[in-house]
């Protein structure tokens, strides 16, 4: 599988480019009946469909993209796209760390796809694709606008329904979740412990939080990692072993996936630090 590194690197032709602070907006231009193998990007971004249709898989799963559809790709994911018989024309915006980071301090790592198919964010991402052909002195803060938007669109869309109906396991085997932050447990220790079978437990984890217990475990790590990172009496080997990863070089791989950033430069970002 290959992995795309290069800042702004996308498959197909390129029409239009643009850098406009941390973000870079490519769009591009793919062949009819076309096969693109599968890969995974190192940043995250967002793909705007504006012509034709494709049909991308990504995991177990499978989407079918229109012209007028949004879809946001977390940092890895990998993903494979075949086109329909008409050229299929996307803009692509790549999200820098400067934003990565803002957008962690604030809702945690955008470490779920999204998709918008019409509506407000989807005409959104149109928007943008007329603010960069424009290219005016207005131009660069309409994009950082309507990408605010998109990105905070993206963070609502992945938070869970809350506990509304949620059975009383359920938030059992959260609890039992947060509390093993130190240590990694299996899918079949937590469901005997709530005492549901793990294929429930599964299914009905995603349904009311949104993610995989994995991904939720991930999460909450990177969490708590972010806040030990304002005690400078902590080494990053401390906080790595602390928060539940393997080491320091598995931290620091996790959190720049994330965060686009070391967590030793992160911490030179934090105001107010421990001593």
Request: aromatic share 8%.
């Amino acid at each position: 599988m290959g992995k795309q590194k290069e800042r702004g690197r996308f498959f197909g032709g390129t029409i239009a480019r643009r850098q406009v602070g941390d973000l870079m907006l490519v769009d591009s231009l793919h062949a009819p009946d076309c096969r693109v193998p599968r890969h995974s990007h190192e940043h995250a971004y967002f793909c705007v469909n504006h012509g034709g249709t494709y049909t991308e898989a990504y995991g177990r799963r499978q989407r079918r993209c229109a012209p007028g559809m949004l879809v946001f790709h977390p940092p890895g994911e990998a993903h494979s796209e075949v086109t329909g018989s008409t050229p299929v024309a996307s803009l692509n915006v790549e999200i820098g760390a400067s934003w990565l980071n803002r957008i962690f301090d604030l809702a945690g790592p955008l470490d779920q796809p999204a998709e918008f198919c019409g509506g407000q964010i989807a005409d959104a991402g149109l928007q943008l694709l007329r603010e960069l052909q424009r290219d005016d002195v207005d131009s660069a803060l309409a994009i950082e606008s309507l990408c605010c938007e998109i990105l905070a669109a993206t963070c609502d869309h992945r938070r869970p329904p809350g506990d509304t109906g949620a059975p009383r396991w359920m938030r059992e085997a959260r609890d039992l979740l947060d509390a093993s932050l130190g240590r990694s447990p299996t899918l079949r220790t937590v469901a005997q412990e709530v005492s549901v079978h793990p294929v429930h437990l599964a299914a009905t984890f995603r349904r009311f939080h949104g993610c995989s217990v994995g991904e939720y475990l991930r999460r909450q790590r990177l969490q708590r990692a972010r806040r030990k990172l304002a005690n400078l009496e902590l080494s990053l080997a401390d906080i790595a072993i602390e928060s539940g990863f393997a080491d320091q070089s598995h931290f620091t791989r996790t959190f720049k996936r994330y965060t686009g950033v070391t967590p030793a430069v992160y911490r030179t970002f934090l105001p107010f630090k421990t001593r």
